[in-house]
């Protein structure tokens, strides 16, 4: 055979569906081939690993001229057929009593060719060994393998294989379309049912079925393939019975693939018996989460100590089980547990309900895991309240939202197990700074209520429980009951002698008087609380806040120069300990009073720098409340198309809190106001453009905007919405080459008409498809038929 003519060949599995997106891993798996000879795709059942490698493979296969073989090793179990497999592919058939793999060697010696081993995992030496062969006994030929977890040679270069993105199920989904994931779902779910496309009616459940289902490929054909009987909200519904609907996939899907059920069997095969404890155990973490939770939820000191927790996470990363991720993002350092570590990891939600399907297999293992994983977010929240009133809130932010499944299990756990809804009202009140200050009131309500109706008992946590929850209120309906909750807070406080929560409780009724509109009362009320002073156990937080919230009804009455003094207490108290969020809102409650003065500049300083502080700690509330008055200040100081943006800007954040504004007559006044002198200066057409462009930003880019000194021209740049698209522009080359793309030119053929490279004409294509946003060259020339 090593006398015959080299000839290209190239033998990949056909692809029966088309190929969605990862140009960003293709181009990396191509410059890795182009520097390494063993490659190996890593990443979790179900990521798209042989569909990428399949893809990698055809883009390269002109660079090797004995072409590209592929190796199937799903079917395999024995680890001696591994070279045979591989002898098959290369269309090898040696007789000699040679060892397989001596023989493949031999006769593959002068071929230069590329083999895509795929499914290696679970006969890793086997596969190794083969790796290790050609890389050492050939010089022509470069293996691209895919497998769960890394082949061990020295010679290896990784490139991990990633979930699709997909987008906030909750979030601005105008630009949703773009996103592989849906679009990949989009595409399977027309194939059986015709018509089907993304709509602004479904692309919300559409998102948050792709987000449950972890942006996996496979689970996503798999679930789009039960469109056939089911709407996206009932499978939605059915995501529980998650294995039984994606296990009836189409027949044409490979064995091991027709569930991921079988795909996840296999992967636990591969653990070692800690390992699948701990990986059972870890499936009652939702989301991420870090070494020391890890270590606190499996070890139970018999049979898995701390020590023993690390090398298992280490052996589940390798196999793919976990996935390793940074960890939150924040500046500071905040006290004690509050602290985030700097890496993190994550159980697909596939491979979680699997783990936990093993966990309920052992006697008495789910309950007290269950709790050994309460107890532990449960120290975290305490640390985290503990450290708030201080210099490290946006860690702290950044932690919890990283925890934030956590949290909610958790929660859930002490809400629904039975003799645990103590201690599930217990975590729900240590939360309600992170309710209140981050922007999420309403789950806060949620847990609340639940665990108020579960634990009727007089306690203290019940009355935390109350408070908290009054201090939530949103709409007037909710603030009516949120009044009466927090009156019982404190006469239940009161009965009980707990001081601390009486105060805090006395603190959620003054803020209630002041946004229903009782101004005078809720004068009296925090000039009260101020005159009292801190209480022992008291939070820091709420103390200030007396002050903030005295300095408001101060402003809002007129009262500025003592609404000024008040707040220059609460700054102070808020210095002394490096404190932003109560912080943010004394600056606010200082451009306030600086408007009520007349001071313009004075107060629109002061409300940039409570801007900046609020978007620090995704304050989405305070933002509303400032960007309200940022754009009173900007009217009443001559800015009035600055005001009209925004005003725009404003009315955008407000949809995501009350529209009404709680029904505040003072709030709505601030509002009505920047709009009515604005709309007097300017006149309608040019105030409803400058609008227009304030509700195009989305809340980092209005915060930003509001951030900017006012220009003396007031016309600030448009503001791009942020569904529009940006302006394709492609090079005069890559334009040429897009022509004869369109002619129907294969690479070759473009390098030879323009007197280029193989591989330029190649790059230049790649540069193409990634600006357009396509998948194909078909694509390619229907663009530049409509161009022309």
Not at 217 to 245: F, H, S
Not at 314 to 339: F, I, Y
Not at 381 to 402: D, H, K, M, S
Not at 464 to 471: E, N
Request: aromatic fraction near 4%; include cysteine; hydrophobic fraction near 45%.
């Amino acid at each position: 055979m090593g006398g015959s003519a080299p000839r290209r060949d190239c033998h990949l599995p056909v692809e029966t569906t088309s190929f969605v997106d990862r140009r960003r891993e293709q181009a990396d798996g191509r410059e890795l081939l182009a520097r390494a000879r063993l490659v190996t795709l890593t990443g979790p059942g179900g990521v798209g690993k042989t569909r990428l490698a399949v893809r990698i493979a055809a883009r390269v296969e002109r660079a090797f001229p004995d072409g590209v073989r592929f190796v199937h090793l799903a079917g395999l179990h024995d680890p001696a057929l591994v070279p045979l497999a591989a002898a098959d592919a290369l269309g090898l058939h040696d007789h000699s009593e040679r060892p397989p793999l001596d023989a493949l060697v031999e006769h593959a010696r002068d071929r230069r060719l590329l083999l895509v081993v795929d499914n290696c995992e679970h006969l890793l030496p086997a596969c190794a060994d083969l790796a290790a062969a050609l890389l050492r006994g050939t010089v022509g030929i470069r293996v691209l393998a895919t497998s769960r977890h890394r082949l061990g040679l020295t010679e290896e270069h990784l490139l991990d294989v990633r979930p699709l993105p997909v987008p906030d199920p909750d979030g601005d989904l105008s630009a949703a379309d773009g996103y592989p994931a849906l679009a990949l779902f989009a595409e399977r779910a027309a194939a059986v049912t015709p018509g089907f496309k993304l709509t602004a009616a479904n692309r919300a459940a559409v998102a948050r079925l792709c987000r449950h289902l972890d942006g996996l490929p496979l689970a996503i054909e798999l679930a789009a393939v039960r469109m056939r009987v089911l709407g996206v909200e009932q499978l939605l519904e059915r995501l529980d019975d998650r294995y039984r609907l994606l296990s009836a996939g189409s027949p044409a899907v490979l064995p091991r693939h027709r569930t991921l059920r079988a795909a996840v069997d296999w992967s636990h095969e591969l653990c070692t018996e800690r390992e699948q404890l701990v990986w059972a155990r870890l499936a009652v973490c939702a989301g991420g989460f870090d070494l020391e939770t890890a270590e606190v939820v499996c070890a139970d000191g018999e049979r898995i100590r701390s020590y023993d927790v690390l090398e298992a996470v280490a052996g589940l990363v390798d196999k793919s089980v976990l996935c390793r991720e940074p960890g939150p993002e924040a500046s500071g350092r905040p006290r004690g547990d509050a602290t985030p570590d700097g890496v993190r990891y994550r159980l697909l939600d596939t491979l979680r309900q699997y783990g936990l399907d093993r966990l309920r297999q052992l006697p008495g293992e789910e309950p007290a895991t269950r709790r050994r994983h309460r107890d532990r977010m449960q120290a975290l929240a305490t640390a985290c309240e503990r450290a708030w009133f201080g210099p490290g809130q946006r860690e702290i932010v950044a932690r919890l939202r990283a925890d934030q499944d956590n949290l909610r299990a958790a929660l859930d756990f002490g809400l629904t197990a039975p003799g645990e809804a103590l201690a599930g009202l217990r975590l729900a009140g240590t939360l309600w700074f992170y309710w209140h200050a981050c922007g999420a009131p309403r789950e806060g309500r949620h847990w609340l209520d639940r665990a108020l109706e579960a634990n009727p008992e007089p306690t203290r946590e019940r009355a935390r429980g109350l408070w908290a929850s009054g201090l939530l209120a949103g709409c007037p309906e909710d603030l009516t009951r949120g009044r009466r909750r927090a009156e019982d807070a404190r006469a239940l406080a009161q009965s009980l002698g707990d001081a601390a929560e009486a105060a805090h409780a006395d603190y959620a009724i003054g803020v209630i008087r002041l946004f229903s509109g009782e101004l005078p009362a809720a004068l009296a009320h925090f000039e009260a609380g101020v005159a009292r002073g801190r209480v022992p156990g008291q939070h820091l937080s709420l103390v200030a806040m007396d002050h903030v919230e005295l300095a408001c009804a101060l402003g809002y009455l007129g009262q500025a120069d003592r609404a000024v003094e008040v707040c220059g207490r609460a700054l102070r108290l808020c210095e002394e300990h490096g404190e932003e969020w109560v912080r943010s809102y004394a600056l606010r409650m200082l451009a306030l009073a600086h408007s009520v003065k007349q001071d313009w500049p004075r107060a629109e300083r002061h409300a940039r720098e409570a801007l900046r502080l609020k978007l620090a700690v995704h304050d989405v509330t305070g933002i509303a409340l400032t960007l309200d008055l940022a754009a009173l200040i900007a009217a009443q100081g001559g800015g009035h198309e600055r005001a009209a943006v925004l005003l725009g800007g404003a009315d955008r954040v407000w949809t995501a809190v009350d529209r009404n504004r709680w029904g505040s007559q003072a709030l709505t006044t601030t509002r009505l106001d920047g709009e009515r002198r604005a709309l007097e200066a300017v006149g309608r057409s040019v105030f409803r453009q400058a609008y227009d462009r304030g509700a195009g930003l989305g809340l980092a880019e209005i915060v930003g905007y509001a951030l900017q000194e006012p220009g003396p021209s007031e016309h600030p740049p448009a503001a791009t919405p942020l569904n529009d698209p940006p302006e394709i522009r492609l090079t005069r080359r890559e334009a040429q080459v897009a022509e004869l793309v369109a002619e129907g030119l294969a690479n070759q053929q473009i390098a030879d008409r323009l007197v280029i490279a193989r591989r330029t004409a190649e790059g230049h294509v790649e540069r193409i498809l990634s600006k357009l946003g396509f998948n194909n060259r078909s694509q390619i020339a229907a663009w530049v038929t409509a161009q022309r």
